[in-house]
């Protein structure tokens, strides 16, 4: 092997994980059960019990509501399993595989396992441990998540067995309120769980809280990123419960269920998370122009099967078009390329704040893995592609490889143009357009949202969408800004056709006219 597993980012690496977490905690149990040999050494004993306490505490008891899928893929789908998954490896695995003794008690074939699991695969790192801090944090800070329910397994709409104890709520703690919240959280759970220091985590409230009055600027506090409480706070417990997070009261703002002075920021931030969790920003008048329709005319093939379409923005015109790919289709690509993926990269990032004044959780603008798959696998794609757009796609000079992306739980895209900065001498002219499929359907969460749209599209397995990253004039439309929402549960698969403008020109012609844009036909109807 050339690569370490990439725990928090590869789901078909966390599954591994999970995998043998699950076998280690059989075997585990079964030693502690049935024999005296843990006595020789009472450290590891303990060691064990912890494992194992940690184990049933959290994925032990994972029940689902799908009965279909393995416990390791639902202890993966979940991102509170996950997240004590991977510390659970780092910190008690780690510990007691170390210890000296550990192979002379364990002398078995499971022990080896384990040895040559991460041998071969590299140990969860602290790397590993900050990613899944910054998935959750990215989950929390998108959904607006209340700390409290959360920390009780809450996530969104579902009640998971999965929770986090004081040691996680104290390593989850970030900036100003968030860390407030989640200190307290800890020292209500510690006073149970027993595994913090009640007292130290006392001492870093107090911290907290002192370090926020003295940040907090009543007349500031609607700014762009202010993550405190929309007062000062005093030192009584509980008192957080009763301020509200400036977070919370701009997100709600976009949520529709507060209004606040006109001087709210409206950056694609605020909007891009809104429209994550369900919200759409498009007025009466825009929505009325959407519909969906049997498109038969955009190729003689779909005389006999037409494909399934439909209008999510109209100028700039994005379409959702559906089943477009077969299960097996999808699959066969998920499979083709599943071996080969690395931690993604971004060219650059179209943000509306600076990269210094942003939260540390929010710098991480691309969590997913992907790789690139070879013309030859993907030629029905393309040539579907080039049969619903009418674009040329299929060639070396069309486009670009098919980019295939998987996000585990937590992972994210912020938003972005998809415009290439640096021209490549290499391609042929811009990315004129993008295709980009859904090969699954989220469990909850990952739309792509379009903040300047105000719209987002939901994953739907061998969907796809599609958009005009250019005005005919060739400059970038600035309006098809988008961005992945974080996946909340599940996994997501996704995988960008970036066609190029170069061997477009006979049928998509660049104009004088500026900021003119390409339309979307319907049956072969232009607006
Ligand atoms: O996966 C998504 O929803 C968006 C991905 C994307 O925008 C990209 O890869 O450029
Ligand atoms: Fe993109």
Redesign the pocket.
């Given at each position: 092997r050339l690569t370490r597993h990439f725990y928090t980012k590869s789901i078909g690496d966390l599954k591994d994980l999970a995998g043998l977490d699950i076998e280690i905690s059989e075997y585990f149990t079964q030693v502690y059960l049935a024999s005296e040999s843990l006595n020789q050494d009472l450290e590891i004993k303990h060691l064990v019990e912890v494992y194992l306490q940690d184990f049933y505490e959290t994925s032990g008891f994972a029940d689902f509501s799908d009965a279909i899928l393995t416990t390791a893929v639902k202890i993966s789908h979940n991102p509170i399993c996950s997240y004590r998954l991977i510390r659970r490896a780092i910190y008690l695995l780690r510990h007691l595989v170390l210890r000296a003794s550990f192979f002379r008690i364990f002398q078995s074939k499971m022990a080896r396992k384990i040895f040559h699991f991460f041998l071969e695969n590299g140990w969860p790192s602290n790397r590993d441990s900050i990613e899944s801090n910054f998935a959750i944090l990215s989950i929390q800070q998108a959904h607006a998540f209340d700390v409290d329910q959360f920390a009780n397994g809450l996530l969104a709409t579902v009640q998971t067995n999965c929770t986090f104890d004081s040691i996680s709520c104290h390593e989850l703690r970030q900036d100003m309120a968030s860390q407030i919240q989640w200190l307290e959280k800890a020292i209500e759970k510690a006073e149970n769980d027993g595994k913090t220091s009640v007292p130290f985590l006392k001492l870093l409230l107090r911290k907290a809280i002192n370090k926020h009055n003295n940040v907090f600027d009543a007349d500031t506090m609607l700014d762009l990123q202010s993550p405190c409480f929309d007062r000062e706070l005093k030192h009584i417990p509980g008192d957080s419960k009763t301020a509200k997070k400036v977070h919370t009261i701009l997100y709600e703002t976009l949520q529709g269920k507060q209004s606040v002075a006109a001087s709210v920021p409206r950056t694609n931030y605020w909007r891009h998370w809104a429209l994550c969790s369900g919200k759409n920003f498009q007025t009466e008048e825009e929505k009325s122009q959407l519909f969906c329709w049997y498109e038969f005319k955009a190729h003689p093939r779909f005389q006999i099967g037409p494909v399934k379409m439909e209008f999510l923005n109209r100028d700039p015109d994005m379409v959702q078009i559906y089943e477009i790919l077969s299960e097996k289709e999808t699959l066969d690509l998920i499979r083709n390329t599943s071996a080969t993926m690395l931690p993604s990269s971004v060219q650059h990032i179209d943000m509306p704040i600076r990269e210094d004044q942003l939260d540390p959780y929010e710098k991480k603008s691309r969590t997913s893995v992907n790789s690139w798959l070879p013309r030859s696998v993907d030629l029905i794609a393309s040539r579907k592609i080039e049969a619903i757009t009418g674009l040329h796609v299929a060639r070396e000079i069309d486009s670009e490889l098919l980019?295939v992306?998987s996000?585990t739980v937590g992972g994210v895209?912020q938003p972005?143009h998809?415009e290439l900065v640096q021209e490549d001498k290499d391609l042929p002219g811009q990315r004129i357009a993008?295709f980009?499929f859904y090969f699954n359907e989220v469990e909850l969460g990952?739309r792509?949202s379009f903040p300047f749209l105000g719209v987002a599209a939901t994953p739907a397995t061998g969907s796809a969408i599609f958009w005009y990253n250019l005005y005919t004039d060739g400059y970038s439309d600035p309006m098809v800004d988008?961005?992945?929402c974080p996946v909340i549960m599940g996994e997501?698969w996704?995988a960008?056709k970036w066609i190029h403008e170069q061997t477009q020109f006979l049928d998509r012609k660049c104009t004088l006219k500026r900021k003119e844009r390409f339309q979307i036909p319907c049956n072969g109807v232009v607006r």
């Open positions: 980019q992306a996000y895209f972005h998809d993008t980009m990952g792509t988008h961005g992945a997501k996704s960008n």
